[in-house]
C-alpha cells in the first residue's frame, strides 16, 4: 500500500518561502505521477504542481508559476515543493497525492487534475501571515 507524507508546513511572512515534503513509501517514484495540491479553508482542492517520476516533466498551476518549484529524488523517494514570494492567498492545507502511470501516458506532461490522482497524504498546513 502506498503511503504518503507531508511536512515542512508552517508559518511563514508574506514574501517568505518554505520548502514542502512529500515521503513516498510502498513503491518506487518510477511508477507514478506525484502532484501538489492545496486547499483553502471554504475552497476547493486545487493542482499546485505536479512531476513524473520517471521523467523531468513536471507542470505548474499559473498561480504560482516562477514562485514555486517541484523536484525529486528518486533515491530517497521524497518530492519537494519549494515555496518562494509567499503571499496570503497561498495559505492553506497542502497534499501530495500519486496515480500509477499506464502504458502509454505521455512522459513529456503530467496533469494536476485531482481526480486522476488516487494516493493522498494527510497534508501539511501552510500559513503565510504577517
Known amino acids: 500500500q502506498l503511503q504518503l507524507v507531508e511536512s515542512g508546513g508552517g508559518l511563514v511572512q508574506p514574501g517568505g518561502s518554505l520548502k514542502l515534503s512529500c515521503a513516498v513509501s510502498?513503491?518506487?517514484?518510477?511508477?507514478?505521477?506525484i502532484g501538489w495540491f492545496r486547499q483553502a479553508p471554504g475552497k476547493e482542492r486545487e493542482g499546485v504542481s505536479c512531476?513524473?517520476?520517471?521523467?523531468?516533466?513536471?507542470n505548474y498551476a499559473d498561480s504560482v508559476k516562477g514562485r514555486f518549484t517541484i523536484s525529486k529524488d528518486n533515491t530517497e523517494k521524497t518530492v519537494y515543493l519549494q515555496m518562494g514570494s509567499l503571499q496570503p492567498e497561498d495559505t492553506g492545507t497542502y497534499y501530495c497525492?500519486?496515480?500509477?502511470?499506464?502504458?502509454?501516458?505521455?512522459?513529456?506532461?503530467?496533469?494536476?487534475?485531482?481526480?486522476?490522482?488516487?494516493?493522498w497524504g494527510q497534508g501539511t498546513r501552510v500559513t503565510v501571515s504577517s
Open positions: 497525492a500519486t496515480f500509477r502511470v499506464w502504458p502509454g501516458y505521455p512522459l513529456s506532461s503530467c496533469t494536476t487534475s485531482k481526480s486522476t490522482y488516487s494516493n
Open positions: 510502498g513503491d518506487t517514484l518510477d511508477h507514478f505521477v
Open positions: 512531476i513524473s517520476g520517471n521523467s523531468p516533466a513536471t
